[in-house]
């Protein structure tokens, strides 16, 4: 990511928890790469349970912070669709 694209993630991600901006973060650095996310595989990467995340990614599809995330599947975990 960008250091500017990083400056207004930083920004916008002042009101999210830090878990949320950990998730955040790490939506935003891989969203270039890929589009579609698993609860489970996100968990895995920063050390959170699936649930963990998914409780946190809906405070993520309901706000402005670079990057829209909406709720995709619920195949064996969630799946997230992120696009930048």
């Known amino acids: 990511m960008s250091a500017s694209a990083s400056a207004v993630v930083?920004?916008?991600s002042e009101s999210l928890s830090a878990k949320q901006a950990r998730i955040l973060d790490y939506l935003?650095?891989?969203a270039g790469a890929k589009t579609y996310f698993k609860s489970?595989?996100?968990g895995e990467e920063l050390g959170m349970s699936a649930k963990e995340v998914g409780t946190n990614m809906t405070k993520l599809t309901?706000?402005?912070y670079?990057?829209?995330v909406e709720k995709w599947g619920y195949s064996s975990s969630?799946?997230?669709k992120v696009t930048a």
């Open 10 to 12: 930083a920004s916008e």
């Open 28 to 30: 935003a650095e891989q």
């Open 40 to 42: 489970r595989l996100i």
């Open 62 to 64: 309901e706000g402005e």
């Open 66 to 68: 670079g990057i829209t």
């Open 78 to 80: 969630t799946t997230w």
